[in-house]
């Protein structure tokens, strides 16, 4: 996780650092740095914390170079010590890491400097590089020596002001680009941040070491054997990146998911159809983690349903482990809002060590995941900035709709279907979003919630469920309807808040009983259904659309109804404690 940013070139102000790291947020917010060459010295910042109000000094300042980095701590505890960019001794070096360096209590051992400032791992890799800089090494030496002795993940950026024309940057296995622009060079763990300066982009591959100039770039592997890397133009279908009228990006971004289901329209049959044909005759394992590992759930009954074929859905954590049982013919489908998530990467990079083919459906362009694949179907939703996923879920489930229906030859129907359902889609914000937060208001003192839904209502449950607990932090949980009966139902008491997702269709009443049975023990129940009952407390109203598609329409209120919850007790959906948007660490 942690974001990371640097630049070169002309002089720039020390804001653009901030608003760009400010953007990278999402990728970690415990707390956050810059460094800045400044009159030939390194002038640095650190903050625990979220970027709130950039101090003066940092507003008055002028550079052209300059580094930052927002933290999600993995290796010593939210502090200021322990904050990047880590600064040597002398003042003369600065580096930013995102990754983790599994090898450094050994490498720590070797050092012959033991007095460290922070009790990361990262600062290992500043004292490897102070230590060679030291001995009369240059700097590029001395970065390329050290990053051959790690081991682990990491994007660093490195610069000294010794060596003021140059930027170093580093990558292997963390996300890192090079954005071009016409004033200088940028480096950073994502495009998001660069959106306002260019679409011009290089995107490093593991393994490289970039020698980054005002006006030009060089990239070497780590024995210095120079590699050609392109610069790619990204027509960018990026939705505008700011809050708009909205208070949260989680609200514009829920808001934004009628236009998600039209842009589905957008997709390339042609793809469609080589996709279709790589899968039709394999054994099809979907992988993924959170949100995209829910989406793979609808991606596995939409398939049997459907297409006939009966794919699994394994959590990308999990996968390594199965990974010798499965047949050779496998194709593995990789669910990834980011692209980017650990569990997900490794798991693909194994798979291909097994020749698996690898598909890939994947919101952001040239991802690491992107890269990976033999084939990606893109979700084309825009940037998702709040940690809690939504759209890219609508995007992820309606994308496997289309993708199910085009293996049977109906690529079209389910294009229509799916441009239909966003106008329902709209009537079912507009129905509900008054009263699904006099609902929040309900349960906001509530210490559990439980979700049921049968079928393919149960992966709603679980999706609301996560949505739920990540940005409340209330206690919230899925159960498949029928399972409340062989224990959970222990957990009712009164008014505890039951959620059930139960359209009328052939499973109604059985997942209605259940409904009752928690009812009878006290339960406060919310009916999201099509249909109104008697035995619903509360009722989320939503329009009749075919079964398959409901889960599409009633995921909308249940993610209302976690953001309201979360902003009736004053906690940031966006930036919920803990977590990171791009899950970067194993
Ligand atoms: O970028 P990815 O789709 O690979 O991310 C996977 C999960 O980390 C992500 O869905 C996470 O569970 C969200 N916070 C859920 O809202």
């Given at each position: 996780?942690?974001?990371?940013?640097?630049?070169?070139?002309?002089?720039i102000?020390?804001?653009?650092?901030t608003?760009?790291?400010?953007k990278?947020?999402?990728?970690?917010?415990?707390?956050?740095g810059?460094?800045?060459?400044?009159?030939?010295?390194?002038?640095?910042?650190?903050?625990t914390?979220?970027?709130?109000?950039?101090?003066?000094?940092?507003?008055?300042?002028?550079?052209?170079?300059?580094?930052?980095?927002?933290?999600w701590?993995?290796?010593?505890?939210?502090?200021?010590?322990?904050?990047?960019?880590h600064?040597?001794?002398?003042?003369?070096?600065?580096?930013?890491?995102?990754?983790?360096i599994?090898?450094?209590?050994?490498?720590?051992?070797?050092?012959s400097?033991?007095?460290?400032?922070?009790?990361t791992d990262?600062?290992?890799?500043?004292?490897?590089?102070?230590?060679?800089?030291n001995?009369?090494?240059?700097?590029?030496?001395?970065?390329?020596?050290?990053?051959?002795?790690?081991?682990?993940?990491?994007?660093?950026?490195?610069?000294?002001?010794k060596?003021?024309?140059?930027?170093?940057?580093?990558?292997?296995?963390?996300?890192?680009?090079?954005g071009?622009?016409?004033?200088?060079?940028?480096?950073?763990?994502?495009?998001i941040p660069?959106?306002n300066f260019t679409?011009?982009?290089?995107?490093?591959?593991?393994?490289?070491?970039?020698?980054i100039?005002?006006n030009?770039?060089?990239?070497?592997?780590?024995?210095?054997?120079?590699?050609k890397?392109?610069?790619?133009k990204?027509?960018?279908?990026?939705t505008?990146?700011?809050?708009l009228?909205?208070?949260?990006?989680?609200?514009?971004?829920?808001?934004?998911?009628?236009?998600?289901?039209?842009?589905?329209?957008s997709?390339?049959?042609?793809?469609?159809?080589?996709i279709?044909?790589?899968?039709?005759?394999?054994?099809?394992?979907?992988?993924?983690n959170?949100?995209?590992f829910?989406?793979?759930?609808?991606?596995?009954?939409?398939?049997s349903?459907?297409?006939?074929?009966?794919?699994?859905?394994?959590?990308?954590?999990?996968?390594?482990?199965?990974?010798?049982?499965?047949?050779?013919?496998?194709?593995?489908?990789?669910?990834?809002?980011?692209?980017e998530?650990?569990?997900?990467?490794?798991?693909?990079?194994?798979?291909?060590?097994?020749?698996?083919?690898?598909?890939s459906?994947?919101?952001?362009?040239?991802?690491?995941?992107?890269?990976?694949?033999?084939?990606?179907?893109?979700?084309?939703?825009?940037?998702?900035?709040?940690?809690?996923?939504?759209?890219?879920?609508?995007?992820?489930v309606?994308?496997?709709?289309?993708?199910?229906?085009?293996?049977?030859?109906?690529f079209?129907?389910?294009?229509?279907e799916?441009?239909e359902?966003?106008?329902?889609?709209t009537?079912v914000?507009e129905?509900?979003?008054?009263?699904?937060k006099?609902?929040?208001?309900?349960?906001?003192?509530?210490?559990?919630?439980f979700?049921?839904?049968?079928s393919l209502?149960?992966?709603?449950?679980?999706?609301?469920?996560?949505k739920?607990?990540?940005i409340?932090?209330?206690?919230?949980?899925?159960?498949?309807?029928?399972?409340?009966?062989?224990g959970?139902?222990?957990?009712?008491?009164?008014?505890v808040?039951?959620?059930?997702?139960?359209?009328?269709?052939?499973?109604?009443?059985?997942?209605?009983?259940?409904?009752?049975?928690?009812k009878a023990?006290?339960a406060?129940?919310?009916?999201?259904?099509?249909?109104?009952?008697n035995e619903f407390d509360?009722?989320i109203?939503?329009?009749?659309?075919?079964e398959?598609?409901?889960?599409?329409i009633?995921?909308?209120?249940?993610?209302?109804?976690a953001?309201?919850?979360?902003?009736?007790?004053?906690?940031?959906?966006?930036?919920?404690?803990?977590?990171?948007?791009?899950?970067?660490?194993?």
């Amino acid at each position: 996780m942690c974001g990371i940013i640097g630049f070169i070139g002309e002089t720039i102000k020390g804001t653009v650092i901030t608003d760009a790291l400010k953007k990278l947020e999402y990728r970690g917010y415990d707390s956050w740095g810059t460094a800045f060459l400044s009159e030939n010295k390194i002038e640095f910042f650190k903050q625990t914390g979220q970027i709130n109000g950039i101090p003066e000094k940092i507003k008055k300042i002028n550079s052209s170079l300059a580094i930052g980095h927002t933290r999600w701590a993995t290796h010593g505890k939210i502090s200021k010590v322990n904050a990047h960019p880590h600064v040597s001794v002398n003042n003369d070096l600065a580096l930013v890491h995102n990754g983790i360096i599994e090898n450094f209590s050994e490498l720590k051992e070797k050092l012959s400097d033991k007095n460290f400032f922070s009790e990361t791992d990262s600062e290992v890799i500043l004292k490897l590089i102070e230590e060679k800089v030291n001995s009369g090494k240059s700097l590029f030496n001395a970065v390329s020596e050290s990053v051959s002795l790690l081991k682990g993940s990491f994007a660093l950026l490195v610069f000294s002001s010794k060596e003021k024309d140059k930027l170093i940057a580093v990558k292997h296995e963390s996300p890192l680009l090079l954005g071009i622009t016409e004033k200088g060079i940028f480096a950073a763990s994502d495009q998001i941040p660069l959106s306002n300066f260019t679409n011009q982009f290089v995107f490093l591959e593991d393994g490289d070491i970039a020698l980054i100039e005002k006006n030009n770039f060089k990239v070497f592997d780590f024995s210095l054997n120079e590699i050609k890397r392109e610069i790619i133009k990204v027509e960018s279908e990026i939705t505008s990146s700011g809050k708009l009228k909205y208070s949260h990006f989680m609200l514009k971004e829920i808001m934004e998911q009628p236009f998600v289901l039209k842009s589905v329209l957008s997709q390339e049959e042609k793809n469609f159809n080589e996709i279709s044909s790589l899968i039709k005759d394999s054994n099809l394992f979907f992988i993924g983690n959170g949100t995209s590992f829910n989406a793979g759930l609808f991606g596995k009954e939409f398939f049997s349903r459907i297409a006939g074929i009966n794919p699994q859905v394994i959590e990308a954590s999990e996968f390594p482990y199965v990974l010798d049982f499965i047949p050779e013919n496998s194709v593995i489908f990789a669910l990834s809002q980011s692209g980017e998530t650990a569990d997900v990467l490794d798991s693909v990079k194994k798979a291909k060590k097994k020749n698996l083919k690898i598909i890939s459906m994947v919101n952001v362009f040239n991802s690491s995941l992107a890269r990976l694949s033999d084939k990606v179907i893109y979700l084309n939703c825009g940037e998702e900035i709040g940690v809690a996923s939504t759209k890219a879920f609508t995007s992820q489930v309606s994308l496997l709709y289309l993708l199910a229906n085009s293996v049977k030859g109906n690529f079209n129907k389910a294009l229509n279907e799916l441009n239909e359902l966003s106008f329902k889609m709209t009537e079912v914000i507009e129905l509900n979003k008054n009263s699904v937060k006099e609902l929040s208001h309900k349960i906001k003192s509530s210490k559990d919630v439980f979700f049921i839904g049968r079928s393919l209502n149960y992966g709603v449950a679980l999706e609301a469920s996560l949505k739920l607990k990540e940005i409340s932090y209330i206690h919230a949980e899925a159960f498949q309807a029928g399972s409340l009966k062989h224990g959970p139902l222990a957990l009712i008491s009164d008014n505890v808040p039951v959620v059930v997702i139960a359209p009328k269709d052939k499973v109604f009443s059985d997942t209605l009983n259940n409904a009752i049975q928690a009812k009878a023990r006290g339960a406060f129940i919310i009916g999201v259904s099509d249909e109104n009952n008697n035995e619903f407390d509360f009722f989320i109203k939503l329009p009749k659309v075919n079964e398959l598609l409901f889960p599409l329409i009633s995921i909308i209120p249940l993610q209302l109804l976690a953001f309201h919850t979360a902003v009736f007790l004053e906690r940031n959906p966006d930036k919920p404690k803990n977590l990171a948007k791009s899950v970067t660490v194993k």
